[in-house]
């Protein structure tokens, strides 16, 4: 069992950055593929960005690349978003999950555990 618990959402201006921090409860936090997504009102939650459970490979979806990093501290048992230049089509509530085989994936269905999200709202 994993339990996710995210922070650092809040409002910032188009243009700013916001780190989002996501922290693992349990032992094997190291052996799961994380990754991150987001959700508006009336639109299903979309993928973000992923990473596989050694933090060498990453996957970005193509509005972001370039602009967010995905990075993890499995000796903190924490993924981050980092997340700059942020517009106001980002705005969202953002939900980390955990994947336990271990390699990262865009697939929200492959994901076992997920946190309670965290909200990002970026003003024009």
């Known amino acids: 069992q994993v339990q996710l618990v995210e922070s650092g959402g809040g409002l910032v201006q188009a243009g700013g950055s916001l780190r989002l921090s996501c922290a693992a409860s349990?032992?094997?936090?190291?052996?799961?593929?994380m990754g991150w997504f987001r959700q508006t009102p009336g639109k299903g939650r979309e993928f973000v960005a992923t990473?596989?459970?050694?933090?060498?490979?990453?996957n970005y979806r193509d509005s972001v690349e370039g602009r967010f990093t995905i990075s993890r501290d499995n000796a903190k048992n924490t993924v981050y978003l980092q997340m700059n230049n942020l517009k106001p089509e980002d705005t969202a509530v953002y939900y980390c999950?955990?994947?336990?085989?271990?390699?990262?994936?865009?697939?929200?269905?492959?994901?076992?555990?997920w946190g309670q999200g965290t909200q990002v709202t970026v003003s024009s």
């Open positions: 990473i596989n459970s050694t933090g060498g490979a990453t």
């Open positions: 999950a955990a994947a336990s085989f271990g390699l990262y994936s865009e697939y929200k269905h492959e994901y076992d555990y």
């Open positions: 349990g032992r094997t936090f190291s052996s799961y593929a």
